[in-house]
C-alpha cells in the first residue's frame, strides 16, 4: 500500500496552515498544487506544483 499524501487545491484553500501542522504531527507529504504565487517552503515534506491557469 503506498504512503497516505495530502493533495491540496492551494489557490483556493484557506486552510494551509492547518494542512501542514496536521502532516507534520503524522509525518505525510503535502503537495500545493496552483497556478502560481505560493512561497516555496524549506520543509521538505512540503511540495508545491504550479500548473498552468485553469
Known sequence: M???????DA???PVKAEVEKVAE?????????S????????DP???NVVV???
Open 11 to 13: 489557490d483556493a484553500c
Open 45 to 47: 515534506m512540503i511540495r
Open 25 to 33: 504531527r503524522h509525518g505525510i507529504i503535502v503537495t500545493f498544487v
Open 2 to 8: 503506498p504512503a497516505p499524501a495530502i493533495y491540496v
Open 35 to 42: 497556478n502560481g504565487g505560493l512561497r516555496p517552503s524549506r
Open 52 to 54: 498552468s491557469k485553469g
